[in-house]
């Protein structure tokens, strides 16, 4: 059982990256999947998450306009396309599974957003 975040990279202000998040060994489709990011020294925040089902979307105040998350159940993955990248969305971004007692984290992946 694997999650694996990826599509991060190093940006100008302005630009866009899609991250996506990829279940290895178990279904994405039947879990509830967030987006968070963490920068050194600051706790881990959520930016967006989808429902099982995907009806109910949410998206932090400072990305929201900016970002939109989807779930694609034929490739196993969950994508959150960032438009109009800022510096301050620099961090390492990570994806969370979570079910009943299921809660698996991906290994992140590195957003940097510089001129």
């Known amino acids: 059982v694997q999650l694996q975040a990826s599509g991060g990279g190093s940006v100008q202000p302005g630009e866009s990256l899609r991250l996506s998040c990829t279940a290895y060994g178990f279904t994405l489709g039947n879990f509830a999947i967030g987006w968070f990011r963490q920068v050194p020294g600051k706790e881990r925040e959520i930016i967006s998450c989808?429902?099982?089902?995907?009806?109910?979307?949410y998206y932090a105040d400072s990305v929201k306009g900016r970002v939109s998350i989807s779930r694609d159940t034929a490739k196993n993955t969950v994508s959150l396309q960032m438009n109009s990248l800022k510096p301050e969305d620099t961090a390492v971004y990570y994806c969370n599974a979570k079910w009943a007692s299921r809660n698996y984290w991906g290994q992140g992946t590195q957003v940097t957003v510089s001129s």
């Open positions: 989808i429902s099982v089902g995907d009806d109910i979307k």
